[in-house]
């Protein structure tokens, strides 16, 4: 196995921080796109959507706050 230069190293680690980076800003763009959907439709109570990260899959849904101004709701 061959040992790794310092600059190899970081090179992988920006890679990392880069995909994790883009990843974000997906799921971020997501958010937004359903916040303005609720918005502009007032026949749609909720927005799903499918989001894959690390191999696994997560279902996000953003909907309108309907509990308490301290952020605080039970379901």
Partial sequence: MKEKTYFEIL????GQKDSERE???EIGEKCL???KSLENKNEIISVNHL???NGKEYDICIS???GKKDGVREI
């Fill in 51 to 53: 989001v894959r990260f």
């Fill in 23 to 25: 990843k974000r800003i």
């Fill in 64 to 66: 309108e706050w309907k």
């Fill in 33 to 35: 796109d359903a916040i």
């Fill in 11 to 14: 090179e992988e680690m920006e």
